[in-house]
């Protein structure tokens, strides 16, 4: 039978749950044991799908086309396991369950309340994820103890103990030990408040995670554990670290797996961790010299967290080649007023990510065009291969005016247009290509190269496609559709020959790089701008100017 870990959140939100739900993944996982993860979202969108990304964070997408949390980008680059839609369930999905069932008649005429119907509805969505290949299911619950909206969820996991066996539940608590300067102390009452929260919901932790940016006092573990009422060893420092991926280590160093594993009634010492590999990721992490600096042009930059998996993308290809990738945020808006400065000329590489909406879009058209001119390293996501297909047509086609239908409804050349079965599509929640596709990659293109293979599976996101109509054109111009759908109906890749990197996808690669196994694409990109770098005249970098990502 499957064994559960519960992680709560108390005195603020951003602790990082999801990512101490990673690292405690990634150490089970290091001992041996299956694991899969899983998000509980109190939001009621039915999906993150039609949420704003410059508000709640990039929609990460899984194999089977389900839009999730953010958090399940962390799970999958640290447990190194595909998830699917059913890894991420929120208040909106459940209670659309629980009406449909009402509608039908399943509950037979019984008043419909949170307890029992709600909370059998959450149970049951946890428990779809324990199968005889799997040994634990980790749950992260979004949300901080105390928020009206995770009652339901706190009730839940607390039936839970007793559905599946004291022995088969492990409650996580994640609190937050602030450092006071006026006093020069760190405080506990915050993680006091939360725990007493949590308890009064009939949940008493057996580990609490204390994120702060110090390190924690025995003296302070010891005070936490008699007033919190759990073993001095199981209050895990959580302190802050240089790099994400340095998290796992901090926590086994603290003990924290071995303590869940004895919570589980799983003897640590017949399930011995390697962490060889992991430590040798993160000692390429730290000693990483050399440089080069990619630029991302996007309409959300504002919140980086709408491009996260971009980002860690980068980090991923960085580590393969022992350098640090300083990442330039460039806001799409501002690139024609950039385009006559060295802002994107002293770029080593750009990135052109996926988005929705007209704003920023002849930016993006703009810093394309400067990429091909100037031999800039360029790949464009979802949106980036739709702009720079707008941006041959333009430019080397001949092709006045040319746009996607998504922008311009009256452009004369709608190189970008919906499909026909798209066409009439009215809601906007979960109606594009979503989850993987196949595509068939070019003989002898750079993408095929790339990939080492002539057939390849990404991750979509998206509603319009390049017009089959003008692929003539296009690629008389110069432009390489050098990987299409089986059919050979849709454009899924193209590339400019002759050019360093100049490529797009029509998919979201980013979705399927990991720390110690980056995406192909991204590689070859900071191969590409490394080798851009280290060929020009060195130019002094000013560190303050950068946004750090390696």
Wanted: charged share 25%; net charge negative; aromatic share 6%.
């Amino acid at each position: 039978m499957s064994k559960f870990v519960f992680v709560t959140g108390g005195v603020s939100s951003s602790l990082g749950k999801g990512l101490t739900a990673s690292s405690l993944g990634r150490l089970l996982k290091c001992r041996g044991l299956k694991v899969t993860m899983c998000k509980l979202d109190p939001y009621i969108n039915v999906d993150p799908g039609t949420m704003n990304p410059g508000e709640h964070g990039e929609v990460f997408v899984t194999e089977d086309g389900g839009e999730t949390d953010l958090d399940l980008g962390h799970y999958e680059r640290f447990i190194d396991e595909n998830l699917n839609r059913n890894s991420n369930t929120t208040t909106g999905s459940i209670y659309s369950a629980v009406i449909s069932k009402e509608r039908r008649g399943d509950y037979l005429g019984k008043t419909v309340q949170v307890i029992p119907h709600v909370t059998d509805e959450i149970k049951d969505r946890v428990l779809r994820l324990a199968r005889e290949d799997v040994d634990i299911v980790i749950v992260e619950i979004g949300g901080t103890v105390g928020d009206i909206e995770i009652v339901p969820y706190v009730e839940a996991i607390r039936q839970f103990r007793r559905d599946v066996g004291r022995q088969n539940v492990c409650y996580v608590h994640l609190t937050l030990v602030p450092y006071l300067a006026p006093s020069g102390e760190q405080k506990t009452k915050p993680t006091q408040h939360s725990v007493t929260e949590l308890r009064s919901r009939g949940i008493q932790p057996d580990v609490i995670v204390c994120r702060s940016d110090k390190d924690i006092s025995d003296a302070l573990k010891r005070k936490i554990s008699l007033l919190c009422d759990v073993p001095i060893e199981a209050v895990i420092s959580a302190v802050d670290a240089d790099s994400i991926y340095e998290i796992p280590l901090v926590l086994h160093e603290e003990g924290f797996d071995t303590v869940v594993c004895r919570t589980l009634g799983i003897d640590p010492d017949e399930h011995p961790i390697a962490l060889g590999d992991w430590e040798q990721l993160v000692h390429c992490v730290r000693t990483a010299e050399r440089h080069v600096r990619i630029g991302v042009v996007g309409k959300y930059v504002n919140l980086p967290d709408a491009y996260l998996s971009v980002v860690e993308s980068l980090r991923h290809a960085g580590f393969h080649h022992g350098v640090q990738v300083q990442l330039e945020w460039i806001d799409a808006e501002m690139v024609p007023d950039l385009v006559p400065g060295e802002r994107l000329h002293d770029l080593d590489g750009i990135v052109i990510p996926g988005g929705f909406g007209e704003r920023g879009i002849e930016g993006m058209v703009d810093a394309a065009t400067y990429a091909r001119e100037h031999g800039i390293p360029c790949l464009g996501l979802c949106l980036g291969l739709q702009v720079m297909v707008v941006e041959v047509a333009r430019h080397l086609a001949g092709l006045d005016g040319a746009n996607s239908r998504e922008f311009d409804s009256r452009t004369p050349h709608p190189v970008i247009d919906l499909m026909p079965d798209q066409a009439d599509v009215v809601d906007k929640g979960g109606t594009m290509r979503l989850g993987a596709y196949p595509a068939m990659l070019a003989a002898g293109s750079q993408v095929a190269e790339i990939y080492g293979a002539s057939a390849v599976t990404e991750r979509h996101r998206h509603r319009y496609e390049v017009n089959p109509r003008y692929r003539a054109r296009l690629e008389a111009a110069g432009l390489r559709c050098s990987g299409t759908s089986p059919d050979d109906r849709l454009v899924e890749f193209v590339e400019l020959t002759g050019h360093p990197y100049w490529i797009g996808t029509q998919a979201h690669p980013e979705f399927k790089s990991r720390p110690d196994r980056p995406h192909p694409l991204f590689r070859e990109l900071v191969a590409a701008a490394l080798e851009r770098a280290e060929g020009r005249e060195p130019r002094l970098i000013d560190i303050g100017e950068l946004d750090p990502v390696g």
